[in-house]
Nanobody, 122 residues
Framework: QVQLVESGGGLTQPGGSLRLTCAASEFTLYYSVIGWFRQVPGKEREAVACINTRDRGTYYIDSVKGRFFISRHDGDNSGHLEMNSLKAEDSGVYYC???????????????WGQGTQVTVSS
């Protein structure tokens, strides 16, 4: 069964850092873009970052630019989201996605993970 599994979420204080990992099984991420979305209760799911395949171009929403860094490691079939200088408003469930092209639309991705909770609180 094709799966994306996120890990690395947790609780941290404002200003802290977390590193999320997205691991794929039963398919290769090599031909897919890798993205991260987040969702908080009562709000729509929000595209946070995405990384292309060959040129490894990256995209970020304005609110995380300079703080979050997305990467991919095709050798071990995974992707990562390094999150620094975290703020309370970064809290939410973070989902890993994979698909044909980077998009802000959740439904255009072909694979989704189950999500990992990130909580930023003092």
């Amino acid at each position: 069964q094709v799966q994306l599994v996120e890990s690395g979420g947790g609780l941290t204080q404002p200003g802290g850092s977390l590193r999320l990992t997205c691991a794929a099984s039963e398919f290769t991420l090599y031909y897919s873009v890798i993205g991260w979305f987040r969702q908080v209760p009562g709000k729509e799911r929000e595209a946070v970052a995405c990384i292309n395949t060959r040129d490894r171009g990256t995209y970020y929403i304005d609110s995380v630019k300079g703080r979050f860094f997305i990467s991919r490691h095709d050798g071990d079939n995974s992707g990562h989201l390094e999150m620094n200088s975290l703020k309370a408003e970064d809290s939410g469930v973070y989902y890993c996605v994979a698909g044909g092209q980077c998009s802000e639309h959740w439904t255009l991705y072909s694979h989704w993970g189950q999500g990992t909770q990130v909580t930023v609180s003092s």
